[in-house]
Each structure stands twice: as structure tokens, then as C-alpha cells.
């Protein structure tokens, strides 16, 4: 019967079926065909609507519009600046000063293409005015945007989280040092990328002077708070004075407080079409989560991630071989489906197997989140990919052949974060 869920569900999304209306149908199977432990309708609705009666999914759409008060009072830039005064004249300095400000613009949006949005619109036209290519420009930033979703705040850690009853909190410090590793991983790529194809030195220098005219304090006191954003966020929850939920709540004032009284760089009469945005951005999440609540308790009483753990230990017995076929599954999952929608479908049917062979849960949460995020980029449904494209109006196919390098980079460090799960647990004591 687990079989046949799944083919129907892929069928359905094979004929262009939304997600949400796929996983209502395929919930729908095993009822209409009597198998054992079905649930009565009644109880699906029941099931769907306690998938949305959550308090801690209230945080998702708060980091959603904190994300985009940020982007739109023009944090991005403030963050750039300071990273290019200090990595401006070094070799690649420009594209990882980028690099450097989507992991700190992560900490703030929690989103990728969010951040590719935020980063890419103010850097890329600023580098390709420098002399860097504008495919390459465009494919680092659709790449280094995935850290948006492992650098916490993360929306996939908080899904993650709902999914599988793991701690947010812990989730988001595991995540800190394997983004941070991926980081280094894309910068050691733009540095062999300039060294193999040079880099225009009068320009950059003449910018480097623009930024060093200023002086550092002027920067310093621009970004300061955009600095500080994370400090406030994560500072609050791992000291235990506020939950993720009301972390989250706390990021859309300080957001709004420095956006209208500090930056100034937004107007009151412009809010109502921020707040519409963050509720279009979270509403279809909102949907999935509910239904995949319902898809998930389906599954369970069927008794399907019994049968998929069995399956795959029939054939791989060693941990790191389970790990290895994961890691497969989702790198062509996230191909062609969005990280949300992946993690609240197959995170409460791998978690199961990958605990019997061993796996810390908050680890396998980190795998997957980092798994997924190399799929933001990678064709044919990359979002991170289609948003980089667009900024610099171009087609995203010609975007992701500058991107594979970074993509091959990314792999490794997740290859890493697989196989040394001390890179996401020291933080956490373990």
C-alpha cells in the first residue's frame, strides 16, 4: 500500500498536481481502498488541521517578514561594505566579501532566495562594473545563497523541527559551523576561479580607495546594527530568555526599528505591502504543513517508514552507506522540489531509519537541510537559480554552468558535515 501512495503522489506531480492538492489525494488511497489501519475521514480532517495548530509554526512567517524588513532597509549593502574593507584588495577579495555577506545575510533572512535576492541585487551589479563575469557573479550568488537556509535563524530548521519534534534551538546552533565550513569551501573556489582567470586590479583598487576614504568607523556604525540583528535573535535563544517563537516575534520590531528610526530606508505607508508579501511567501507553507501532517500520520499508520527503513537495510547495512544513499535521494529530490516541501514529507519517514543506524537527529537535520540547499541551485527548478538569472536577465541554464564549481565545492562540504558529525554537534556539547 506504501508503494502505491507514493506512486500515486509522484504521478500527480508529474501532471503539474500542486503539492498540497497531491498529498490530499494520495492520503485519500489507502481509505478508499480499505487497507488496514486507514484513517476515517474525520480523522484526517482532524490531522490536517492540527498540522496548522501549532504555536512554534508561528515563527516561520515572523523570520519571513523580519526577512523582508531587512532586505528592503538595505542591509545588505551595510554588511558588503564592511567585508570589502577588509578582503577588498586581497585576491578574490570582492567575490568573498559576497560570500561573507550571504552567510551574515542568512543570519538575518533565513531564506535562500531571499538572500540571493537581498546579496545579488546590490553586489552583482557592483562586480560586473569591476570586471567579473556576470554568469559568474550570478552562479556565486545562487550558490552562496543556500547558506540563507543553514545559517540561523533557518525557515527549513524550524520545518525540520515540526516535522520531527527536534529541538529548534538545537537545530539552530548545529547549523552554525558546518554553514560557516561551507562558506570556506565557496571561497577557496572564487580564489582558484580569479587566480585561473585574473582579475581587472585598477578597478577594484579604485573602489577598495571609495570604501577606505570613508574610514572604518563610518562603516562600522552603518552596519552596526544589521551586526547586531543575529546577536539578538540567536543571543535570546540559546540563553534561554526567549523561545524561537518569540524570537521570531522580537526580529520583526527590531526590524521595523531599525528599517523606519535608524536606516530610514523605508516609509510607513510602504508596510501593508511588506506585510502581504511575507503572508504570499508563508500562505502555500502554511498549506503544506498541514497537509503533510496528515500525509504523515497516513504514512505512519500504514506503517510506511517501517517498510522504506526495512527496504533500504536489506541492501545497505553500514551507516555510512545509509547515509551515502540519502545524501542521493536528496540531491535529485531537491532538483525538483522546493526545500519545504521535501523536509515535512521525507523527514518523518527517514528519521526512523537513520536513528537505528545511529544517526544524532539533530545531525540528520543538518544533512538534510544542507542536502536540499544544494537543490536551490541546481536545474531544472533551482529557485535560488531563477532568481540570480533574473537579476542579471539572463537564462538560468546559462547560469548553472558557471555555477558547477560551487556546486562541486558546496558537495564537498556537505560530504563532510555527512561524515564528521562533530562539525554539527561540538556547538551543541556532543
Given amino acids: 500500500m506504501a508503494g502505491i501512495v507514493f506512486f500515486v503522489f509522484l504521478f500527480f506531480l508529474a501532471m503539474s498536481v500542486p503539492i498540497a492538492i497531491s498529498m490530499i489525494v494520495s492520503t485519500l488511497v489507502p481509505l478508499i481502498a480499505g487497507a488496514p489501519g486507514a484513517s476515517s475521514i474525520q480523522t484526517l480532517i482532524q490531522n490536517t488541521f492540527s498540522g496548522a495548530d501549532s504555536t ?3 515563527a516561520i512567517p515572523l523570520f519571513i517578514l523580519g ?10 549593502e551595510k554588511l558588503f ?3 570589502a574593507y577588509f578582503v577588498g584588495k586581497r585576491r578574490a577579495g570582492m567575490p568573498i566579501a559576497v560570500i561573507m555577506t550571504c552567510l551574515f545575510y542568512g543570519a538575518i533572512s533565513g531564506s535562500g532566495p531571499a538572500t540571493t535576492a537581498a546579496v545579488g541585487g ?32 533557518s525557515i527549513p530548521f524550524v520545518l525540520y523541527s515540526l516535522a520531527t519534534g527536534v529541538s529548534t534551538g538545537a537545530l539552530f546552533l548545529a547549523g552554525v559551523l558546518p554553514g560557516f565550513f561551507i562558506g570556506v569551501c565557496l571561497m577557496v573556489y572564487a580564489i ?3 587566480t585561473i582567470y585574473g582579475e581587472d586590479k585598477e578597478k577594484i583598487m579604485a573602489n577598495y580607495n571609495k570604501l577606505h576614504e570613508k574610514g572604518f568607523w563610518p562603516l562600522f556604525k552603518e552596519s552596526f546594527w544589521a551586526f547586531l540583528s543575529p546577536i539578538i535573535i540567536l543571543g535570546g535563544i540559546y540563553t534561554g530568555i526567549v523561545t524561537p517563537t518569540e524570537a521570531a516575534c522580537i526580529s520583526i520590531f527590531y526590524a521595523l526599528f531599525i528599517a523606519l528610526f535608524v536606516y530610514k530606508s523605508i516609509k510607513y505607508s510602504e508596510l501593508w505591502g511588506y506585510f502581504g508579501s511575507a503572508v504570499r511567501t508563508y500562505a502555500p507553507l502554511c498549506f503544506l504543513l498541514a497537509f503533510a501532517t496528515a500525509f504523515g500520520r497516513m504514512l505512519a499508520l500504514i506503517k510506511a517508514p517501517a517498510m522504506f527503513s526495512n527496504f533500504i537495510l536489506t541492501y545497505f547495512t ?14 535529485f529530490l531537491g532538483m525538483v522540489m522546493d526545500t519545504g516541501p521535501a523536509i515535512l514529507i521525507m523527514a518523518p ?6 536513528t537505528q543506524v545511529g544517526v544524532n537527529p539533530v545531525h540528520f537535520g543538518v544533512i538534510m537541510v544542507t542536502n536540499l540547499a544544494i537543490g ?5 527548478f533551482g529557485l535560488d537559480l531563477f532568481v540570480a538569472s533574473g537579476l542579471i536577465k539572463d537564462k538560468p541554464i546559462a547560469v548553472s554552468k558557471p555555477a558547477i564549481p560551487f556546486i562541486i565545492a558546496f558537495t564537498f562540504a556537505l560530504l563532510v558535515i555527512v561524515y564528521v558529525p562533530k562539525l554539527s554537534l561540538t556547538l551543541l556539547g556532543m
Fill in 318 to 331: 553500514a551507516q555510512w552507506q545509509v547515509l551515502l544513499v540519502i545524501v542521493i535521494i536528496f540531491y
Fill in 122 to 153: 546590490m553586489t552583482i551589479p557592483l562586480l560586473v562594473s569591476l570586471g567579473y563575469d556576470k554568469r559568474f557573479c550570478a552562479a556565486m550568488v545562487a550558490v552562496s545563497g543556500g547558506l540563507g537556509v543553514i545559517i540561523p535563524p
Fill in 376 to 380: 536551490l541551485s541546481t536545474p531544472p
Fill in 349 to 354: 519517514i527517514l528519521l526512523p531509519l537513520v
Fill in 56 to 58: 512554534p509554526i508561528i
Fill in 81 to 83: 561594505n564592511v567585508f
Fill in 67 to 76: 526577512g523582508v524588513l531587512m532586505a528592503e532597509g538595505g542591509i545588505s
Fill in 192 to 194: 582558484v576561479y580569479c
